[in-house]
Each structure stands twice: as structure tokens, then as C-alpha cells.
């Protein structure tokens, strides 16, 4: 069965530092894999996708993610933390033989402090 | 362009009522699905609709949801008679055609049954 874990329920860092919110993922087959961030009293934004190619990703509001096929993960990573960053980090994979069905994991809160 | 709408953004109902919450897609997006979240848990797939036809219904939880969407448009998902632990935010998604496209969600719909 296909699966996302992101291990930390939430993530602590200075503003400045650099970030990384962790996603593994267990799919039968090559997965499209993306991450989404959720403001409060808001929907989930689309921030970065895999599909294909370059291992290193880069999306919006400065955000990247890192592609490993041999640990099955997909952290996502930002060099200097912005308080505006606080907020609810979805990772998300689709099995590429499995349809266009989306499974997320369970979330990861990103505290930044000033 | 708008973007997905979801109505009523929060609901207050007893167990063993009715509630029906409804949500808009992207003018345009031939596939919208229903999504679930639990305090804390994950957000959990429960159907996939293309136009006015079920592609994925595996996630729906038992037979007190019905989902439905007329002519392809705005989609209903009726849950009858609610249980307690049908509470949660009910996210709706809809995407574009392409099995690599990122999906755009509504604010959500919390539901809570007393």
C-alpha cells in the first residue's frame, strides 16, 4: 500500500537558519511527489513537485526539495528560515501506474522564530 | 481566475443528522476529489471524480457518504446520518487534465458532529 511519512510533527529553527522538513515514502512504482503548505483558516498551496530529471527541485517563496530514489525521500529544504515560513507542511505522492489518486502524509508544523 | 470554493466552511450538527457541504471546482478542471483530515492525522483520499463519473470512490469510509457531481461542475458530498467520528476539515481539490498536475484545494469544510 502506498504510504507518506513525515516524521517530525513539528520543526523548530531561528530565522536565518536553514530548514528541512523530512518526507519517506513507500509507493509500488516511481511516484510524482509534491509538497504543499497550509496557512491557517486556509487551503493547502502547491509549493514544489518531482516528475522527472534533476533530483533538485526548487519551487516557490525560495523552497527546494531533494529528490533520493534509494532512501524513497523528498525533504524539503530552505538556506534562510523566514517567519513567514511558519506554517503546515503537506508531502504528498501519486504512483504513476496508480491513477491520479494523491496521498498525503500526516503534516509537519514549521515553527520559525525571530 | 477563481479558485476552488467550498460551502459551508464550518458545520455544527448532532448525531444522526444530515449535512451536506458542497464544493466548486476550477471552471475548466475535469477532475475534483474529497479529501478528509483528522486533527492531527493525515489528509486521507476518499474519491476522485473526472467530470460527472466516479473514477476512485476506495476511500470513502462507508455507506453514510455519498458524493456526487452534477453535469461535471460543483460536486456535494452528503454524509447521512452523521457519526461522531465523521468530524474533521472535508478539502475539496480539483485539478486540471495530466497525471503530473498539482492539485488546488478550497478552504476546507469543518464538520462537527456533538
Known amino acids: 500500500a502506498q504510504s507518506v511519512a513525515q516524521p517530525e510533527d513539528q520543526v523548530n529553527v531561528a530565522e536565518g537558519n536553514p530548514l528541512t522538513v523530512k518526507c519517506t515514502y513507500s509507493?509500488?512504482?516511481?511516484?510524482?511527489l509534491f509538497w504543499y503548505v497550509q496557512y491557517p483558516n486556509r487551503g493547502l498551496q502547491f509549493l514544489l513537485k518531482?516528475?522527472?530529471?534533476?533530483?533538485l527541485v526548487k519551487g516557490s517563496y525560495g523552497f527546494e526539495a531533494e529528490f533520493n530514489k534509494s532512501q524513497t525521500s523528498f525533504h524539503l529544504k530552505k538556506p534562510s528560515a523566514l517567519v513567514s515560513d511558519s506554517a503546515l507542511y503537506f508531502c504528498?505522492?501519486?504512483?504513476?501506474?496508480?491513477?491520479?489518486?494523491?496521498?498525503f502524509g500526516a503534516g509537519t508544523r514549521l515553527f520559525v522564530k525571530a | 481566475e477563481a479558485g476552488v470554493t467550498q460551502f459551508p466552511s464550518h458545520s455544527v450538527i448532532e448525531k444522526g443528522q444530515t449535512v451536506t457541504l458542497r464544493c466548486d471546482p476550477i471552471?475548466?478542471?475535469?477532475?475534483l476529489y474529497w479529501y478528509r483530515r483528522v486533527m492531527g492525522k493525515e489528509i486521507k483520499f476518499l474519491l476522485h471524480?473526472?467530470?460527472?463519473?466516479?473514477?476512485?470512490e476506495s476511500g470513502m469510509p462507508n455507506n453514510r457518504f455519498l458524493a456526487e457531481r452534477t453535469g461535471g461542475t460543483y460536486s456535494t458530498l452528503k454524509v447521512q446520518p452523521a457519526e461522531l467520528e465523521d468530524s474533521g476539515v472535508y478539502f475539496c481539490?480539483?485539478?486540471?487534465?495530466?497525471?503530473?498536475?498539482?492539485?488546488?484545494f478550497g478552504e476546507g469544510s469543518r464538520l462537527t458532529v456533538l
Open positions: 504528498a505522492v501519486r504512483d504513476r501506474t496508480g491513477g491520479f489518486k494523491t496521498i
Open positions: 509507493v509500488s512504482g516511481n511516484p510524482y
Open positions: 518531482y516528475i522527472t530529471g534533476d533530483n
Open positions: 471552471s475548466g478542471h475535469d477532475n
Open positions: 471524480f473526472v467530470k460527472e463519473s466516479k473514477q476512485d
Open positions: 481539490a480539483s485539478q486540471g487534465q495530466g497525471l503530473t498536475g498539482e492539485l488546488f
